[in-house]
């Protein structure tokens, strides 16, 4: 019997299926089908919002316990991707509000890295 070998996205591939799922705001999909099972979150240092974590369990848990804590949703906007090598970008605005900081905007650049067709590195700058 001759297995089938699943095909190995490029990076511009992924981008592109992230950028269909964030603009339906399916981040936790986004996480179950694009993140690999040793990717990373960084947020930036002394952030008030989110720490680090690192495997696919942990990062799923992080972003649980944040979208928990959000009360209100005023607006929120993410940019296409643009990719370059095993990187790509989006931007994203987000006016929320959220236990316990009240209402907050957070315009960001959320940089990814792909490896073998999954990604293995969120990282946050805002």
């Not at 799922?21 to 399916?26: G, P, R, S, V």
């Not at 992080?62 to 906007?77: G, L, M, P, T, W």
Request: net charge negative; proline share 3%.
């Amino acid at each position: 019997m001759i297995q089938e070998q699943k095909k190995i996205l490029t990076t511009q591939e992924v981008a592109d299926r992230f950028h269909e799922l964030a603009q339906q705001e399916k981040w936790f999909e986004i996480q179950e089908e694009l993140f690999a099972e040793n990717v990373r979150s960084v947020e930036p240092a002394n952030s008030p919002y989110l720490g680090y974590a690192e495997g696919k369990a942990a990062v799923n848990k992080k972003a649980e316990d944040f979208v928990k804590r959000i009360q209100a949703v005023h607006k929120v906007y993410t940019s296409a991707p643009l990719a370059c090598g095993n990187h790509f970008v989006v931007g994203r605005q987000m006016d929320i509000t959220v236990e316990p900081h009240g209402s907050i905007q957070i315009n960001e650049i959320m940089l990814y890295e792909v490896q073998d067709g999954q990604i293995v590195l969120e990282q946050f700058f805002y």
